[in-house]
């Protein structure tokens, strides 16, 4: 009896300590809750459960940054790309654009931003406090070697990739809500601005991303990133340590996004657009037609100070390998890129800004596919979509072990 009690005892504290709450001391946690929840002027119980904390722009967190104590936040962009074209839509089509769930409920008071309050639970599932709200070091689409050796955690693309100079991206990114089998994995659709190698790899990304561990539940949420180091010290997750400025009182970074579009029903998604604003240097997030989220300053970066070298449009999921097997997490709609609309995921309407800040559709793209029996895309053009591609699949099945 003794001995299967202590067996239970061994079983719960492998659980609490390998795939749940890590033992993290709750000193360090109640100093880091302190400094990211910042006093609020007004919070906003969403649907889903989050907590939105609207924080007075004097409070906000870029200030927290060694570099910008004194920085003068920029509240619009100064520039544009000077070709902005507007997106063609096929009337045929069912296309609409999302919404966030928090926003059904209230707004931010003037001169404040939406922040989404973080709990203790959300730090306790972290590996440490160091590695809360961060992607694990060299998380970047490369080829892998074929002398490299599996791992048990392995990331996987379906990407479309262009190399060059350019000062932005954009895309119109379709949102599904795809099934992922544990809560450390994840499955996002998003677009990458990078520069440098891998060791001092520079990356902005924005999109949407499914993962429990981090947001505590499988709603897909807008996410942003960024990285001066390959992901070794620097970046985060959102506003997870100090970086981006966000800016905008109506879209908070790391919420939830509905509707999710639907197999063979109304298909949602998310304009995104990424620039240099070539009078301040910042690199500017809008998304729909008319929401300046925020930017991130130049002097975050070494390598992608001034320009990307590379840009990256697609789909990423991690894989543990549970029971040494290929996960079952889904990429996109969990469909094959061959499926099509209605059936795959897809990203539209695909556009690059460049050296002379004309936004036009990239030359000489091509397309990366890590593991392409389980995730693939398949690229086209077309007189309503532009250069388009979908993209996705199943994961683990007959051709995907």
């Not at 409070?59 to 962009?77: C, V």
């Not at 999302?98 to 001169?111: A, E, F, V, Y």
């Not at 993962?211 to 506003?239: E, H, M, V």
């Not at 970086?243 to 109304?266: E, K, R, Y």
Request: charged share 20%; hydrophobic share 30%.
């Amino acid at each position: 009896m003794m001995a299967s009690f202590v067996l239970i005892i061994l079983i719960i504290a492998t659980i609490v300590t390998g795939n749940g709450f890590s033992n993290i001391d709750d000193a360090e946690v109640d100093r880091l809750l302190k400094k990211l929840n910042k006093p609020a002027l007004k919070s906003i119980k969403s649907l889903d459960g989050d907590i939105i904390d609207c924080v007075h722009m004097k409070n906000h967190p870029i200030y927290d940054h060694p570099l910008f104590k004194n920085h003068t936040i920029q509240m619009r962009p100064s520039s544009f790309p000077k070709e902005w074209n507007n997106e063609s839509l096929n009337t045929q089509n069912k296309s609409n654009v999302m919404t966030q769930l928090w926003r059904t409920i209230g707004r931010c008071p003037k001169n404040s931003i939406p922040i989404i309050r973080t709990r203790r639970e959300d730090i306790l599932q972290a590996k440490s406090i160091r590695t809360y709200g961060k992607k694990e070091p060299n998380s970047f689409p490369q080829p892998k070697p074929d002398n490299k050796p599996r791992t048990n955690r392995t990331h996987s693309y379906s990407i479309l990739v262009t190399k060059g100079r350019f000062h932005g991206a954009k895309a119109t990114i379709s949102l599904w809500k795809p099934y992922v089998q544990t809560l450390r994995e994840f499955s996002l659709a998003q677009i990458w601005l990078a520069s440098g190698t891998s060791r001092d790899t520079n990356t902005i990304e924005a999109g949407w991303q499914v993962y429990k561990s981090l947001y505590g539940d499988y709603n897909p949420r807008y996410f942003i990133y960024w990285t001066a180091d390959g992901y070794q010290d620097t970046g985060c997750y959102y506003l997870k340590c100090p970086g981006f400025v966000h800016v905008s009182q109506d879209f908070a970074i790391g919420a939830t996004v509905s509707p999710v579009s639907s197999v063979g029903g109304s298909q949602y998604q998310i304009p995104t657009s990424i620039w240099r604003d070539t009078r301040s240097g910042h690199w500017w997030l809008k998304v729909y037609d008319n929401i300046f989220v925020g930017y991130w300053p130049s002097s975050l970066f070494t390598t992608l100070k001034d320009v990307a070298t590379d840009v990256h449009w697609g789909g990423e999921i991690t894989n543990n390998r549970d029971g040494s097997q290929h996960t079952t997490t889904k990429m996109g709609s969990g469909h094959f890129a061959e499926e099509g609309y209605e059936k795959a995921s897809y990203f539209k309407n695909i556009e690059i800004v460049d050296e002379g800040e004309i936004m036009k559709p990239p030359v000489g793209t091509s397309p990366f596919m890590s593991e392409e029996t389980c995730y693939n895309i398949k690229p086209g053009t077309d007189v309503h979509w532009g250069t388009y591609f979908f993209f996705g699949g199943p994961g683990r099945n007959a051709k995907c072990k």
